[in-house]
């Protein structure tokens, strides 16, 4: 197991009910199964961008760090742009 520390943990916070409210008012159904996975994505590429960092010897922190969450987050919405530019296709 892998902790996150307290900074980490505040900004997912921020993230969890902003990624919740924009898949309750999707009228789309698919948009909304897709931003209700992308609370879950963020942690888990946050999890990915730690390890990374720690792999590479740049890093030897503990737990997953703000610098993870914010990554992991830009990237679940990254990829929440990009499902909603293929569903409206």
């Given at each position: 197991?892998?902790?996150?520390?307290?900074?980490?943990?505040?900004?997912?916070?921020?993230?969890?009910?902003?990624?919740?409210?924009?898949?309750?008012?999707?009228?789309?159904?698919?948009?909304?199964?897709?931003?209700?996975?992308?609370?879950?994505?963020?942690?888990r590429?946050?999890l990915?961008?730690?390890?990374?960092?720690?792999?590479?010897?740049?890093?030897?922190?503990?737990?997953?760090?703000?610098?993870?969450?914010?990554?992991?987050?830009?990237?679940?919405?990254?990829f929440?742009?990009?499902?909603?530019?293929?569903?409206?296709?």
């Open positions: 197991d892998v902790a996150v520390a307290p900074e980490a943990l505040e900004i997912f916070k921020v993230y969890s009910p902003e990624v919740r409210r924009q898949a309750y008012r999707s009228r789309n159904d698919d948009v909304a199964a897709m931003l209700s996975k992308s609370e879950g994505l963020a942690a590429l946050a990915v961008h730690f390890e990374i960092r720690r792999a590479a010897g740049g890093h030897d922190a503990a737990a997953v760090d703000a610098e993870s969450m914010a990554a992991g987050i830009t990237m679940a919405r990254w929440a742009r990009e499902a909603r530019r293929v569903y409206a296709a």
